[in-house]
């Protein structure tokens, strides 16, 4: 690529001293676990916090769509893909360390959650139990909010650092974010890159016993063969998404190779060549028809990317 001709993105991209991966027209197809999305304009995997920061910065000046990707797997990204940048966190931001005396970990946003709940079940560290079988690295989930209906990880969170484009770093304790169902109130611009997250002693038979359950749990009521991105849906306020779903008997229903899944209403899953087109469509007939026949609206918890 002629400098001459580079846009200051590319230019960036192309500097030998840019610490990251790039990854030209990249198939999100590769980085969700529903395994469909067409290409970013660039995938990027940066290794530090200087890559991350240089990038978001030439972004934002560039008027350049940009957003944060952990493991994809609350992620709906269009057939056409995004034509943004896509930003990985590598190397810099997977470490994990613990401190069993305070009960303590400290986890970079790239971590993957399953690493934090293996961790702490090898110290014999309780509070993560609720999150095994929960795919997805430490950023994403606080990005979610993410948990079961009882427990979730901003209840964990001793404090959260993130990158805000324009300001730099930003540390906030935990209880100065709000978490919500599903959410919480980082703003969406920025990108969590650390947290400190509280865990306590416990028997290992207590914690061994409680994943057990939930892993035995996820196991009888979820189709984890198949691609999907956990639940659709967010509950309605004093009910179950699936049992609207379910009980409008709609289990088994298919858009193209979408479909909602047998075994467990508020997932859909890909049987194999769905687009993204399929699921946005089975997402918008079920919705259609819940409004119709009980008057709710059901909220999507699944993230869309480069849909109109
Ligand atoms: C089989 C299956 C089971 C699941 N079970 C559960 C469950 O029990 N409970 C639950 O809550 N969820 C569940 N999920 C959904 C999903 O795993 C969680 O929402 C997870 O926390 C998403 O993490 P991720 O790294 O994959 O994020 P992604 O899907 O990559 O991203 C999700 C959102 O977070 C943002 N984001 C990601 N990383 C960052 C970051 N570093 N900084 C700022 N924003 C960021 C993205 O921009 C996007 O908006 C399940 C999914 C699957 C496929």
Not at 270 to 274: F, H, R, S, Y
């Given at each position: 690529m002629s400098a001459r001709h580079a846009t200051p993105l590319q230019a960036l991209l192309v500097d030998?001293?840019?610490d990251g991966d790039v990854y030209p027209r990249e198939s999100m197809a590769r980085h969700t676990t529903y395994r469909i999305g067409g290409p970013a304009r660039f995938f990027v995997r940066v290794g530090s916090l200087c890559a991350l920061t240089r990038l978001v910065a030439v972004c934002e000046e560039q008027g350049v769509p940009w957003v944060v990707a952990g493991r994809g797997s609350n992620l709906l990204v269009a057939d056409e893909g995004f034509p943004g940048v896509v930003i990985s966190l590598g190397r810099d931001f997977r470490t994990l360390r613990a401190d069993e005396e305070a009960g303590r970990f400290y986890a970079g946003?790239?971590?993957?959650?399953s690493a934090v709940v293996q961790e702490a079940f090898q110290r014999s560290?309780?509070?993560?139990?609720?999150?095994?079988?929960?795919?997805?690295t430490v950023g994403g989930a606080i990005a979610m909010n993410a948990g079961s209906r009882d427990e979730w990880i901003g209840s964990r969170v001793v404090s959260v650092t993130t990158l805000a484009p324009g300001r730099g770093l930003v540390r906030r304790a935990g209880d100065e974010v709000a978490w919500g169902y599903r959410s919480c109130s980082l703003p969406r611009d920025e990108v969590v890159v650390e947290c400190e997250l509280a865990a306590a002693k416990a028997d290992p038979f207590y914690i061994r016993g409680k994943m057990e359950a939930n892993l035995a749990k996820r196991k009888k009521s979820q189709p984890l063969n198949e691609p999907s991105c956990g639940s659709v849906f967010r509950n309605p306020e004093g009910a179950s998404a699936a049992a609207l779903i379910e009980g409008l008997g709609l289990k088994g229903e298919r858009v193209g190779g979408a479909q909602v899944s047998p075994t467990h209403a508020n997932f859909i899953v890909?049987?194999?060549?769905?687009t993204a087109r399929d699921v946005r469509d089975l997402i918008e007939l079920i919705q259609e028809r819940v409004e119709k026949a009980h008057g709710i609206q059901l909220t999507p918890e699944v993230r869309f990317l480069g849909f109109e």
């Open positions: 030998d001293a840019f946003a790239g971590v993957m959650l560290l309780a509070g993560f139990e609720f999150a095994v079988g929960t795919p997805g890909n049987t194999g060549d769905a």
